[in-house]
């Protein structure tokens, strides 16, 4: 479902004092991807996704009694 990365591993992730993501949609180094990331459209979709991704870990955590062991890879 997703993958814990800590701020070792991530320094950004140890820059916030609040929980962190760090997503990668794309490289605009792409000329397709370039144009989609820069659309409308495109904008709405990945912001969709997260959240919903968001959503989901929430859910499995609350449901896992906050135990987030299984996403420490």
């Not at 989609?36 to 959503?55: H, M, P």
């Not at 989901?56 to 299984?70: C, D, F, H, M």
């Amino acid at each position: 479902m997703g993958v814990f990365i800590d701020e070792k591993s991530n320094p950004i992730a140890g820059l916030s004092k609040t929980p962190t993501i760090l997503v990668e949609t794309g490289f605009i180094t792409n000329k397709d991807e370039e144009i989609y990331l820069n659309s409308e459209n495109g904008q709405e979709q990945v912001a969709d996704n997260v959240f919903s991704a968001i959503k989901r870990y929430k859910t499995a955590i609350e449901g896992n009694n906050g135990n987030t062991s299984q996403y420490n890879q």
